[in-house]
């Protein structure tokens, strides 16, 4: 690349958006709105010479174009989550859910036990059925029985906050939403990024989850928590208060057996048979097809001949979910996309320059190429951009600006991205902003403040995250 760039009126417009969203998300503030003002604006620049109407239309239709590029870019991703939630409704409907978890209440003996069988349980569930709905099947189930053990509503809170919202979502290794969506911004394969997002969400929520359990039991020492009351009996009524289906038991076997199958075949592929190796978009086809599957088998087990039409309730449930997750997402992705020149290109125009490609070519010409600092500096960006809550906001932004300053500088674009993406998701995702939803379901199902949830987890988290800062940079 020529370190001489030309900067536009679009460039500042776009560079001045981005200050203007992260100036939103510092002060709490939802950032769609100023996403979509970039997208029209950029759109009646790239019509500049035109006329004012037409330019105005432009603007218009870019709007709806980005929009449309974003919603066709992330829909497998909302698809495959959609199928799991639904499949996973299936199975709440005739009980098979708790019966799926409830073998490993036998494993939990003490405290210690309770904190880190709860918090695998939570990871595993989370992996395949995505964090939110993980918290109330292994919260509700899982936590009278580990507060009856002697841990601490708080020490329930933490571990399926940071197993769940934070290591589980960030590494997202198996639906590869957070993924896919890091990966288009930052135009690179999944399996690039993948790779690295599982080192760093296993590095930040290792070193998190040692840290938060040894203050947990400091604090049990001291009296600072305590075990909170459960009558007798109280576990034993959530089960009894759940119906059974009739092959109940039978789905509660198959469902785990076919997804750990499937997720065999994936790793088995990777490491021994790399000729026909199944990642990326076949990865999530794979496991989505698995799961339609074993959605139709649940529904129609259970209700039969109404699973005709109990099929479409579930779906429903499922898509509206993924909805409520990436509505919001859409319209800053498709701001953020238009950052790529290959994404500008299609929407604005062949003779588009990649703005936020341009702005990172400039950026690193004038402050050199130090992987230190541009490894901490892409993982600050991801936690701004994780403050508004919902952990995937704030992806695009550290996809795109990780490949324009990884690629000016030659540095390790997948690397940088996978920094951004595990510190956005670990503070936004559910551990870190009391005003996430993640934080707010992990709370509420173990009885606990959502801040001081927050304040236990800070000093975790913040040290995982800068030791994986570190080994990004060496890793560079």
């Not at 299936?90 to 309770?114: C, F, I, R, W, Y």
């Not at 997750?325 to 299609?346: H, K, R, S, T, Y």
């Not at 892409?378 to 990884?406: E, H, K, Q, R, Y």
Request: proline content about 4%; charged content about 10%.
């Amino acid at each position: 690349m020529n370190d001489y760039v030309v900067l536009t009126a679009s460039h500042w417009v776009y560079v001045a958006v981005i200050i203007l969203i992260l100036l939103f998300i510092a002060f709490r503030r939802e950032v769609v709105v100023p996403s979509l003002v970039g997208i029209f604006i950029l759109g009646i620049l790239a019509a500049q010479g035109q006329g004012i109407v037409d330019q105005l239309i432009n603007g218009l239709q870019t709007l709806f174009a980005a929009l449309l590029n974003a919603g066709i870019e992330l829909f497998d991703i909302m698809l495959i989550i959609s199928l799991m939630v639904a499949m996973l409704k299936s199975l709440q409907a005739q009980g098979a859910d708790t019966l799926m978890v409830a073998p490993v209440k036998k494993l939990m003996v003490n405290p210690t036990t309770a904190f880190f069988v709860l918090g695998v349980m939570t990871y595993i569930a989370a992996t395949f059925f995505w964090p939110t709905p993980t918290t109330a099947l292994v919260g509700v189930v899982l936590i009278p029985v580990a507060i009856r053990m002697g841990l601490p509503a708080m020490g329930a809170a933490v571990a399926i906050s940071l197993f769940g919202h934070g290591m589980a979502l960030s590494g997202d290794l198996v639906i590869q939403g957070a993924t896919k969506l890091t990966a288009t911004s930052a135009n690179i394969p999944t399996g690039e990024i993948l790779k690295y997002t599982a080192l760093f969400s296993f590095i930040v929520g290792g070193i998190a989850i040692a840290i938060a359990f040894f203050t947990i039991r400091r604090d049990m020492k001291k009296g600072i928590l305590k075990t909170a009351d459960v009558k007798d009996g109280q576990d034993e009524d959530v089960d009894a208060e759940q119906k059974q289906g009739k092959y109940a038991k039978l789905f509660a076997i198959l469902v785990p057996a076919m997804l750990l199958a499937v997720v065999s075949i994936l790793i088995y592929r990777a490491i021994s048979d790399q000729e026909h190796v199944i990642s990326g978009g076949d990865a999530t086809a794979f496991m989505g097809g698995t799961s339609l599957i074993l959605l139709i088998l649940s529904t129609f087990g259970h209700e039969g001949s109404k699973g005709l039409e109990k099929i479409i309730e579930h779906l429903r449930e499922g898509f509206y979910f993924a909805v409520k997750i990436f509505a919001p997402v859409i319209p800053i992705a498709g701001f953020f996309f238009l950052g790529n020149p290959e994404n500008a290109a299609e929407i604005l125009g062949e003779d588009t320059p990649g703005f936020l490609f341009d702005w990172g070519q400039m950026i690193a010409t004038h402050l050199g190429d130090s992987p230190l600092i541009t490894s901490f500096g892409i993982a600050f960006i991801g936690m701004l951009g994780g403050l508004d809550g919902s952990g995937f906001s704030g992806l695009p932004l550290t996809g795109a600006l990780s490949a324009a300053v990884g690629n000016a500088s030659g540095l390790n674009v997948a690397i940088l991205a996978s920094l951004g993406q595990v510190a956005g998701i670990f503070v936004g995702g559910g551990t870190l902003a009391a005003w996430a939803f993640g934080v707010a379901a992990d709370s509420g199902v173990s009885g606990v403040k959502p801040v001081e949830l927050v304040r236990r987890n800070f000093i975790p988290v913040m040290a995982g995250l800068f030791v994986a800062c570190i080994i990004g940079f060496l890793l560079m």
